[in-house]
């Protein structure tokens, strides 16, 4: 069965200080993995998409990095409006009939100005 | 360009009340998924469909949910009957293959 763990669960941050995000996932064979930013009230908005051990991905003040076994989201010199909670999916590789994504639990982070 | 529309967007019921949510994913999206958030259990997946067609519904929790996708512009969760346990934020979602999946705004559902 996937598992996808995130930590931590809240994060508080001072603006402009950088940090990062955890996600620890076990899949048999991954196809994607995914961030999802979840503002209240809203539904999850898409980030980025890593496929490889090594990729990276960048926008704005996010950066996401991915090993075998776990994937950072890094957060340099955030802002308020940064603030939300971060999710992250796995898709695991089971061959065409599988489009499912397992998500962890997120993480909320608080930026305060 | 139009994204995911869900409706109604809050939904306000009394237990055994029968509650439909309706889904217009985004045009030219071969899958839709089906969503259900709480605090307790996070997102979890109650089904999606391929080219209108069903896939896994495993996540459906009982015989009192169903869901159906009559053409690729429209898809409708119903629940029936509605239970307090059923009060949860619900999400649908479309892709384009195997890419990523664009979330609706959310449907959220009080059962009392």
């Known amino acids: 069965e996937d598992q996808v763990t995130q930590s931590p669960e809240a994060l508080r941050l001072q603006e402009g200080e950088s940090s990062s995000l955890n996600c620890s996932y076990t899949?048999?064979?991954?196809?994607?993995l995914f961030w999802y930013r979840q503002d209240p009230g809203k539904g999850p908005e898409f980030l980025f998409t890593l496929y490889s051990a090594g990729e990276e991905k960048e926008k704005e003040r996010l950066k996401a990095t991915l090993t075998k076994k776990e994937s950072f989201l890094h957060i340099t010199a955030p802002k308020p409006e940064d603030s939300a909670t971060y999710l992250c999916a796995v898709q695991a590789d089971v061959g065409n009939a599988g489009n499912m994504l397992t998500f962890g639990g997120g993480t909320r982070l608080m930026v305060k100005p | 360009d139009a994204g995911v529309i869900q409706s109604p967007r809050h939904e306000v019921t009394e237990m055994g009340q029968e509650v439909t949510l309706r889904c217009k994913p985004i045009s030219g999206h071969d899958y839709l998924f089906w969503y259900r958030q709480t605090m307790m259990r996070g997102l979890e997946l109650l089904i999606y469909f391929n080219n209108n067609v069903p896939i896994d519904d495993s996540g459906m929790p009982e015989d009192r949910f169903s869901a159906k996708m009559p053409n690729a512009s429209f898809s409708t969760l119903k629940i029936q009957p509605s239970e307090p346990r059923d009060s949860a934020v619900y999400f649908c979602?479309?892709?384009?293959?195997?890419?990523?999946?664009?979330f609706g705004p959310g449907t959220r559902l009080t059962v009392l």
């Open positions: 979602a479309s892709s384009l293959g195997l890419l990523e999946q664009f």
């Open positions: 899949v048999s064979g991954l196809r994607g």
